[in-house]
């Protein structure tokens, strides 16, 4: 089991919210709407993503780094992909 499954739908609901607002967003850019506008929405996206991010991150944390601590290697492996996880996400 994985961390998010407590919290599996309101993950997709979230997904399934910035997937109506980057349609929405294709949909300014083909009706020619003013830039700023359509920056404004994409910055509201991003947020949106960085949210759900940073909510998996913090599952993937409290389950799987956390039970782990009982097996060296295993934590040690958990401890590198969390630092992988954490650096892709503060360069995205």
Known sequence: ???????????LAALRRVE?????IARMVEEDKYCVDILTQVSAATRAL?????????EH???CVAGAVEDPTVLAEKLAEAHTAIARLVRS
């Not at 089991?1 to 993950?11: L, T, V």
């Not at 960085?50 to 913090?58: R, T, Y």
């Open 20 to 24: 109506g607002q980057v349609r929405g």
């Open 61 to 63: 944390l409290s389950h």
């Open 50 to 58: 960085q949210s759900v991010a940073l909510h998996l991150l913090e």
């Open 1 to 11: 089991m994985h961390g998010y499954e407590e919290h599996r739908e309101q993950h």
